[in-house]
């Protein structure tokens, strides 16, 4: 049986991408279940998907003058007076 690591390793970096953003799979004793879409988030734990989230919000500050916010890892939060 191949293993996801081994599965992820066959293909080019843009499949890789792909499976790590685009798809996921749940390893339940041994055994992988079949592929199904992420359509919302990034996955957990990942170290990117930080990077993601600061380079997507970095200019959010900019639309809001008037707003103060916070923003931590992959939440946002903003306040007005």
């Given at each position: 049986?191949?293993?996801?690591?081994?599965?992820i390793l066959?293909f080019?970096?843009s499949?890789?991408l792909?499976?790590?953003?685009?798809?996921?799979?749940?390893?339940?004793?041994?055994?992988c279940s079949?592929?199904?879409?992420?359509?919302?988030?990034?996955?957990?734990g990942?170290?990117?998907?930080?990077?993601?989230?600061?380079?997507y919000?970095?200019d959010?500050?900019?639309?809001?003058?008037?707003?103060?916010?916070?923003?931590?890892?992959?939440?946002?939060?903003?306040?007005m007076?």
């Amino acid at each position: 049986m191949i293993t996801r690591r081994q599965r992820i390793l066959l293909f080019s970096s843009s499949e890789q991408l792909k499976m790590l953003f685009g798809a996921e799979t749940i390893l339940v004793d041994g055994t992988c279940s079949r592929w199904f879409p992420i359509k919302r988030g990034g996955p957990q734990g990942s170290s990117l998907t930080p990077s993601v989230f600061i380079a997507y919000h970095s200019d959010m500050s900019d639309a809001f003058p008037m707003a103060m916010s916070f923003l931590f890892a992959d939440d946002v939060a903003a306040t007005m007076a």
